[in-house]
């Protein structure tokens, strides 16, 4: 489907197939590389569970977490082994969009062990920790969940709603973000898969140094369809890899990328499960009305299983709720309905316990295009 986001660059796409490669490039000359690092297709009778883990690293799949950590285990299982075509060449666009860090956060009081707090552009969980938490190798940040579908849109206003869904890791208490997702859009509708690492004061964006959204073209994403989404932090380069599995069509990609230049480094001390207004152009945009995003499985592990419904000692997890901005260009009269906010959350550790590696989260929106 063709998007209706506003590029910043021009790229022919003859330029950007990438060719397959059975192991990760080396670290690229920094300000001349353009593309991605793109894992191939493993051979015929790869067997990812019993696979070392350079053998993971060489073709690019989610690090392994400890058989200990059933549930966590089993849904890497799943997710490496399930029927899939991973594309070995990669067409993707950037575009003006980025998927930032928190935006005015205020701490709204704490009930059990989650903190509930507001922001202006997120919805969603976050676990903070200690500065290097998640600098470990191969710690990383994980979800499985059902691709919303636009609802009902008032597109008389002349303007377009955006809705990114994604995970990641800092961005809650400083100025980057490694993260991967999708982004549901109205007026014109359109639904990608995408891949970013947001960094404050970035000098340059590149594929391989994405510092705004770069959208993976050929990888089919639509309303209904069940996904899943690894990212995660190695110490050697490239630093930043996204694995998405469309469970619905098969089609998988996995994708390395550094973190561009700026004034933010990558601090590894949160991580997220978000629901965003991004910034369009340098604005935050309208939020698309997504109806409600459910996540059935949510964790993050550095060698420890951090969970939304639960809690790590030294750790905080927090219930972010989108506040009701002035709407852009719209209808000036337009109010949220309820008291909940403009998008919240509902976080559900399996069966009520917060110990569970089992944790969903949903996300409710309160009706901010159906105007």
Excluded at 88 to 111: D, H, Y
Excluded at 194 to 214: D, H, I, K, V
Excluded at 301 to 309: F, S, W
Aim: net charge negative; charged share 10%; proline share 7%.
């Amino acid at each position: 489907m063709k998007t209706k986001f506003t590029l910043v660059l021009v790229l022919a796409a003859s330029a950007l197939m990438l060719s397959p490669l059975a192991k990760a490039q080396v670290q690229p000359n920094t300000g001349t590389d353009t593309s991605p690092f793109v894992y191939g297709q493993p051979p015929v009778g790869f067997d990812p569970t019993t696979a070392s883990d350079a053998e993971l690293d060489e073709y690019g799949f989610p690090p392994r977490p400890s058989v200990a950590d059933t549930a966590a285990y089993s849904a890497w299982v799943q997710a490496v082994t399930g029927p899939q075509t991973r594309l070995t060449s990669v067409v993707v666009q950037p575009t003006n969009i980025n998927n930032g860090v928190a935006q005015g956060l205020q701490e709204q009081g704490t009930i059990g062990n989650v903190t509930g707090v507001t922001s202006s552009n997120w919805s969603g969980a976050a676990i903070t920790a200690a500065n290097g938490t998640f600098k470990k190798n191969d710690s990383f940040v994980y979800a499985q969940y059902l691709m919303p579908a636009v609802g009902v849109d008032n597109c008389k206003y002349k303007i377009t709603y955006y809705m990114s869904e994604w995970v990641g890791i800092d961005g809650f208490n400083n100025g980057d973000v490694l993260q991967a997702g999708t982004q549901s859009t109205a007026c014109g509708t359109s639904y990608v898969a995408w891949y970013e690492w947001f960094t404050s004061g970035c000098t340059q964006n590149t594929a391989s140094l994405p510092c705004s959204e770069w959208i993976i073209s050929n990888l089919p994403v639509g309303p209904g369809d069940y996904l899943t989404d690894y990212v995660w932090y190695t110490t050697s380069s490239p630093h930043g890899h996204a694995y998405l599995l469309n469970f619905t069509t098969g089609v998988a990609v996995s994708i390395g990328f550094n973190q561009p230049a700026g004034n933010a480094p990558y601090a590894g001390d949160s991580v997220e499960w978000i629901v965003e207004r991004p910034e369009v152009g340098g604005s935050l945009a309208n939020l698309t009305n997504y109806l409600g995003a459910a996540w059935d499985l949510t964790y993050a592990y550095n060698g420890t299983i951090y969970v939304p419904g639960g809690s790590v000692k030294g750790s905080t997890v927090y219930n972010i709720t989108m506040t009701c901005p002035p709407w852009n260009n719209a209808n000036p009269s337009f109010k949220c309905k309820g008291t909940e906010g403009l998008s919240w959350t509902q976080i559900n550790p399996l069966l009520g316990n917060p110990s569970s590696e089992q944790t969903a989260i949903w996300n409710f929106v309160e009706g901010p295009a159906y105007q």
